[in-house]
Nanobody, 118 residues
Framework: VQLQASGGGLVQAGGSLRLSCAAS????????MGWYRQAPGKQREWVAV???????NNADSVKGRVTISRDNAKNTVYLQMSNLKPEDTAVYYC?????????????WGQGTLVTVSS
């Protein structure tokens, strides 16, 4: 199973950006998908998650500014971010809690850089 993230870029403070992450492979099912981020010099921080049934949750630091959604047919998760702040600058990593055959574990995308200028 592979996860491919995309959608990062440079945006001005107050702007919006949508990240995408697509899972591909064979014989797998997705239990949840979500996002972490890692700012320069900081530890990786969890951002948001969406579960199979559609339940979502996100970190207090982004609450009210991000929406996580999912296209089950495309095995793709989206992170819509608005009112971006310079402190949102980070590499954003998607992950999937995925079951494949008899195993279940997290798979990770390669990361996509979001830079918010002030």
């Amino acid at each position: 199973v592979q996860l491919q993230a995309s959608g990062g870029g440079l945006v001005q403070a107050g702007g919006s950006l949508r990240l995408s992450c697509a899972a591909s492979g064979s014989d797998f099912s997705i239990n949840a998908m979500g996002w972490y981020r890692q700012a320069p010099g900081k530890q990786r921080e969890w951002v948001a998650v969406i579960y199979t049934g559609g339940t979502t949750n996100n970190a207090d630091s982004v609450k009210g500014r991000v929406t996580i959604s999912r296209d089950n047919a495309k095995n793709t998760v989206y992170l819509q971010m608005s009112n971006l702040k310079p402190e949102d600058t980070a590499v954003y990593y998607c992950y999937g809690d995925i079951s494949r055959r008899s195993s279940r574990r997290n798979y990770w995308g390669q990361g996509t850089l979001v830079t918010v200028s002030s």
